[in-house]
């Protein structure tokens, strides 16, 4: 059902900027007004909001709607010109805002027919709505991070001789479902040892030998919203250097979270981990942001870097992962999620990140 809250924000923003009508195509976008999700391919999908108040949906009719969205929602099948149909709902001497989700085969045949006066970009208006969340949101998003909670127990007790990264992977969907999620936030990263150096590294057939950190980077989705967190564990044993780098990357996040609060600049935030490592001397190892926003998407508009002077404000909840990698040696990283309070922020995540060696007698 259509969230005349979140519309009439929406409204508020075109006002202010004279935008008279805006096409949202991002189908999360959309569920966060209608509360209802669509998955079209590489078919069409829009919901117009206009500043006077004639709003419509645009889906096609292989996507059957059973319930009363709030909206006027207009059908169209594979046969029906498309933008045609849409130039009924729009006007033509507008401005239209459109988002980054619009793929190309739509906008330029729009762009090409003239249906609107101009076009412009509008992702921020509702970007920036999305990055407040309310007090459902937020307690939604405490919930999808206390499982994570649960689930990163479960998940080190995974390792073991002889496993592989992919092994550990293929297990973790079923334990998120034990503990009531519905699905991965995003594909877990499991990477061990010379692995772990590589950020992003797919999990493959590399097994845990002693001496290795084991970084599980994951995330579930409950109730539609998304967690994310990172821990990293040593197998057997651990190095006295890699135990200093640890807790280097370790104290870097804490910095960063108990230095975090309204009214300074992301790129501040970002700087109480970065420089933190840089004094330390690994600077150079420290090879992305710092965090990223959460929410209905994974990483949602909106990020803790360098290059971000927006304003923190209470509601925003995003990462706070500083790592440190080492090529063809090892990496740590360390991920919590924060949400940003009146006063400071409150981390979301609770699992232990005292450094923890996993061995093989763990029950």
Known sequence: MLSQERVDAILDEMSQIQLGQILITDPMAIYYLLGYLFDPGERFLGLLLRIDGHHALIVNRLFPIHENLGVNVVIYDDRDPILEMLCDYLDPRLRLG?????????????????????????????????????????ELMKEASRVNDLAMEKFKKLIRSGISEREVAAKMLRIYQSLGASDFSFSPLVAFGANAADPHHVPDGTVVMPGDNVLLDVGCRKDMYCSDMTRTFFFEKVSSAHREIYEIVRRANERAIDGCKPGMLLKDVDALARDYITKKGYGDYFTHRLGHFIGLDVHEAGDVSASNDAVVKPGMIFSIEPGIYLPNEMGVRIEDLVLVTEQGCEVLNHYSKELEIITDLDE
């Not at 980054?100 to 027919?113: G, S, T, V």
């Not at 509702?126 to 990055?131: E, L």
């Open 98 to 138: 459109v988002d980054k989700n619009l793929p190309a085969r739509f906008l330029l045949p729009m762009q090409e027919r003239r249906i609107a006066s101009s076009f412009m970009d509008s992702s921020f208006i509702i970007d920036t709505i999305r990055g407040i969340k309310r007090e459902d949101e937020q």
